[in-house]
């Protein structure tokens, strides 16, 4: 199968959708298919194709909203080098920018488009509106995601039943919407294939000591991840054990200001902020670690939770929709409702290597149920859904140069 998946972020850029991506992609050519991916540049206003013509990335223009940036709706260029793909599916994860533009080749060529829901986006519109007209611009982004998921693909795929309630019982869709959790390239994660050289390494860079209980966040350091609920419960945890630390991985709008909340406190020895850290070392930062924590209520699906419980690492997260279906209370970890559950979770945890120990293990086992394979599986048979018996097309770009190579044969050339 021919496979274009069109997104707004990819690697380099990281965050969940573009790690999830990068393993769909993997997964899918380990199965034997063609991938190509179109997305944004994401360091300047040049169009570049890569890895031999596979990889389009087009120039966009910063938005303002993290790393984001949006193209223009018709890349001639772009329109050209895909027409050569000869795609048989369009497999998009954004709702605009490259994802309209996805939404217009499709028509064009009569290309059947899935599409994946990954952002709440009522839950984002306070960067845009700063808090006024919050009700008229929810309004307004319920209307364009109807849009874009109803009259412009074939398939729907969501991660939890949490983004499926909002399609169904809010959005009152229709249509197919098929519930598969994004999966990960689990072994990444195990401890077995960390480097005991590089784990040490990143424990004296970090100052962290033998002694020392390392609970760890991983995620846009940003008002809808709840970072400021950890760091002032954290204090609570530091007068039961001061050698309680707190690992905050990754970067965003509100970087400067939880570290001045972290000195408010009067913890900041006992809190580390490492900024933005390079993908292929983030499995590092979890096996350093012996508890993972959650208190983000916006997400789809909380992919930061399976990369921790395939890190061996016990969960204590927020009881939402996102984490219940994968954090299994008192089993892989505990859900909480409030700041008391929260705290005696971890007292527990903090408390009891033993529990830590059980709870780190049926996580490991557990995470097995979201690895990239079952996931890449799931995600074909709703391409063959989209497809509806249509025959799989062939590389054009190979009869061009088979029909061009008859023809010098035929001139004696």
């Known amino acids: 199968m021919r496979i274009g998946i069109f997104t707004d972020t990819y690697p380099p850029y990281i965050n969940g959708v573009s790690t999830s991506i990068q393993m769909l992609e993997n997964a899918l050519r380990k ?138 019982e809010k959005y009152k869709y229709d249509r197919n919407v098929h519930i598969i959790p994004t999966g990960i390239e689990i072994e990444r994660f195990y401890k077995e294939k960390m480097n005991t050289e590089k784990l040490e390494s990143l424990r004296n860079k970090l100052n962290i000591n033998k002694d020392d209980i390392l609970v ?48 408010k406190n009067k913890i900041e020895s006992n809190i580390i902020f490492t900024g933005k850290v390079a993908w292929d070392e983030i499995p590092l930062y979890y096996n350093i670690a012996n508890i993972f924590v959650t208190a983000s ?54 408390d009891d290597k033993s529990l830590r120990d059980r709870m780190a293990s049926q996580g490991r086992i557990n995470s097995e149920t979201y690895s990239s394979k079952y996931f890449a599986d799931r995600v074909l048979s709703v391409y063959k859904i989209a497809l509806k018996g249509r025959p799989l097309k062939k590389d054009k770009s190979f009869f061009s140069r088979l029909k061009n190579t008859i023809k010098r044969g035929l001139h004696g050339e």
């Open 31 to 168: 199965k034997g298919h063609k991938v190509f991916i179109v997305t944004v540049n994401p360091d300047d206003m040049t169009y570049k194709i890569e890895s031999n013509g596979r990889i389009i990335r087009i120039p966009g223009i910063p938005t303002g909203i993290y790393d984001y940036r949006l193209t223009t709706l018709y890349p001639i260029k772009a329109v050209n080098a895909i027409k050569e793909w000869n795609l048989d599916i369009i497999h998009t994860h954004t709702e605009f920018g490259i994802g309209t533009f996805a939404r217009v080749i499709g028509k064009q060529f009569d290309i059947p488009v899935v599409h994946t829901y990954h952002t709440m986006y009522e839950d984002y519109v306070h960067y845009i509106t700063k808090g006024y007209f919050d009700g008229p611009s929810k309004k307004i982004v319920e209307y364009l995601t109807k849009f874009y998921c109803d009259k412009t693909i074939e398939e729907l795929i969501v991660p939890t039943k949490k983004t499926y309630d909002l399609f169904k």
């Open 216 to 263: 760890l966040f991983v995620g846009r350091i940003a008002q809808e991840k709840s970072v400021d609920f950890l760091i002032n419960n954290h204090k609570e945890l530091v007068k039961r054990n001061k050698n309680c630390k707190l690992l905050i991985v990754g970067d965003g709008p509100d970087l400067e200001k939880y570290k001045k909340l972290a000195k």
């Open 297 to 350: 209520h916006t997400e789809t699906q909380g992919l930061t939770v399976i990369e921790a419980m395939a890190s061996s690492l016990p969960v204590v997260a927020l009881n939402d929709e996102s984490f219940n279906t994968t954090v299994i209370d008192d089993l892989t970890g505990y859900l909480f409702n409030n700041k008391k559950e929260y705290l005696n979770s971890m007292y527990k945890l903090v």
